[in-house]
């Protein structure tokens, strides 16, 4: 079993940053696979980004690239997303996803575990 917590969302200008937290609990979090998801009401939960168990492979969506970087710390059971030049249409619920594996994993239905969520609101 994992439990994620994620933290760090808040309300941010458009241009500024947020990074987002997730920290898990469980003694084998290093050789999860963990991914980004973000849901705005009414609509599907989006991929955002992915990091494989040991932080060689991210991979981002189109929309996020360039701006949004993922890394974590196994020794910290901890995966951070940095979030940079952020515009109002990053503004969402953020949820931080865990799976076994290696593969590349892109959607909400490949992962196990999932945190509650943090909110990230971008004004203009």
């Known amino acids: 079993q994992v439990q994620l917590v994620e933290s760090g969302g808040g309300l941010v200008q458009a241009g500024g940053s947020l990074r987002l937290s997730c920290v898990a609990s469980?003694?084998?979090?290093?050789?999860?696979?963990v991914g980004w998801f973000r849901q705005v009401p009414g609509k599907e939960r989006e991929f955002v980004t992915f990091i494989s168990w040991d932080g060689r492979t991210p991979y981002y969506a189109t929309s996020v690239k360039g701006r949004f970087s993922i890394s974590r710390d196994n020794a910290k059971n901890t995966v951070n997303l940095q979030m940079n030049s952020l515009k109002p249409e990053d503004t969402a619920v953020y949820y931080c996803?865990?799976?076994?594996?290696?593969?590349?994993?892109?959607?909400?239905?490949?992962?196990?575990?999932w945190g509650q969520g943090t909110q990230v609101t971008v004004s203009s």
């Open positions: 996803a865990a799976a076994l594996g290696s593969a590349l994993l892109l959607g909400e239905y490949d992962y196990d575990y």
């Open positions: 469980g003694r084998t979090f290093s050789s999860y696979a």
